[in-house]
């Protein structure tokens, strides 16, 4: 192949629709759990996440509920991929290997969220969110009916395997994915450019700017305990027994919805047991049979 100005364009033009193309086909599984937010700065914060607003009967003047109550900030972070094109395998027409290539760039810019989303989701057990505790902790601080604070918790501990029981159902889901650029494909593919001429390679890349972060731990309850009957119902009762400030109910797990149990593959089987047979080991109904939605995330392990 002659390298000049109409052949890089057209190889450009195929590389970008096979990225493109791999890019909206490739599925994900981040949306599950995560609300995405538009982002318009290096970084937002998500005072509002220390108040869930709630109806209220009007005597006398109206009560303003203050969304001003924390002050958790993601900051966006930037993030690339590029690869190189060899001049020499452009010369000699030997391209076919850079199809699948650019159709596995598409996939890694498909799953940039997960990347993010799904070990925040492990971490949560040792990483702060808005009200300044572990995001699954124990003594979450919450104001009880005589205004008095108590503590609340959203996990039961534990040193196994980590699941969690999420409800995904409400407009803003446990986690955050904060969206700044959602990235575009970009090429330094001049015959003169520098990387050309000193390693003959024309660059292909993608660069994009987001973050995840941490929504209402309300939401999510955090277990490293045996994934069984006993467990499983000690994270529904934590769920739906979850209170507002004042005591008001959140109404999680409400209005039946169902739960999304998220486990790692190591926890397949558990999982699959607990909430898909009809009956238990011992042959009696279960209980729990279809209670929830069962969600295996290779990327937790």
Not at 40 to 59: D, F, M, N
Request: hydrophobic share 40%; proline share 4%; with cysteine.
């Amino acid at each position: 192949m002659i390298i000049n100005r109409q052949n890089l364009d057209q190889l450009r033009v195929g590389f970008k629709t096979a990225f493109q193309n791999q890019l909206e086909a490739t599925g994900s599984l981040y949306g599950r759990v995560a609300t995405t937010v538009p982002s318009t700065a290096k970084s937002e914060t998500y005072g509002w996440l220390g108040k869930i607003p709630s109806v209220r009967e009007w005597l006398g003047a109206r009560v303003v509920q203050a969304l001003n109550e924390a002050s958790y900030s993601i900051k966006n972070k930037t993030y690339e991929l590029t690869v190189g094109v060899d001049r020499e395998d452009i010369e000699d027409d030997s391209l076919g290997i850079y199809t699948p290539i650019f159709q596995s760039f598409g996939e890694s810019v498909a799953a940039w969220p997960d990347q993010l989303i799904w070990p925040l989701l492990a971490a949560g057990f040792a990483t702060n969110c808005y009200d300044g505790q572990f995001f699954f902790d124990t003594d979450h601080p919450v104001l009880a009916a005589d205004g008095s604070v108590t503590q609340v918790a959203n996990t039961d501990g534990g040193s196994g395997a980590a699941w969690f029981l999420l409800d995904v159902s409400k407009v803003l889901k446990p986690l955050i994915w904060q969206l700044r650029k959602s990235g575009q494909f970009v090429a330094l593919d001049n015959p003169t450019d520098e990387n050309v001429f000193h390693k003959k390679e024309f660059l292909y890349g993608w660069d994009g700017r987001g973050n995840a972060g941490y929504g209402f731990w309300q939401y999510a309850w955090g277990s490293k305990q045996t994934l069984d009957k006993a467990h499983y119902a000690a994270a529904r009762a934590g769920l739906m027994g979850m209170k507002g400030d004042f005591g008001r109910p959140l109404n999680v797990l409400a209005n039946g919805s169902k739960p999304l149990l998220v486990v790692p593959s190591t926890l397949e089987g558990a999982a699959l047991s607990l909430i898909n047979a009809q009956k238990d080991s011992s042959g009696a109904d279960n209980i729990y049979y279809n209670t929830a939605e069962v969600l295996v995330c290779t990327w937790l392990g």
